[in-house]
């Protein structure tokens, strides 16, 4: 589901990843369960030259302006989650970089 809404003077960045889907995977089985849910709700799955790939975009707005979220289909279980959840999905999305980023296997060779 997305919210939508406008405030003028606003700060943006949007980014795209591309994961190959074997990674994507490995990946989100790291993560808390709230964390997963928000990365899948920002991510779809395409084929990229022949590999089969995660793309996960994240688009965030600061201070003020337009903005647009997901709202993340998920109840939290445990207070790990809770905490996730409060930190929202661009945290989410951040910790799933972090994995992502600590071996540098994940790129796709295009």
Request: hydrophobic share 30%; with cysteine; net charge negative.
């Given at each position: ?106 790129r796709v060779d295009?």
């Amino acid at each position: 589901m997305k919210r939508n809404g406008f405030v003028s003077n606003s700060s943006s960045s949007a980014f795209v990843l591309l994961v190959q889907e074997d990674e994507h995977n490995r990946v989100l089985a790291e993560l808390d369960g709230w964390q997963r849910a928000a990365v899948e709700t920002e991510s779809g799955k395409e084929n990229i030259f022949g590999t089969e790939c995660a793309v996960i975009s994240e688009i965030s707005v600061q201070d003020s302006g337009s903005w647009e979220y997901d709202v993340v289909d998920y109840e939290p279980q445990t207070d790990e989650e809770k905490r996730s959840a409060g930190n929202g999905i661009g945290e989410a999305i951040y910790t799933y970089r972090t994995k992502l980023d600590k071996d540098k296997t994940w790129r796709v060779d295009l």
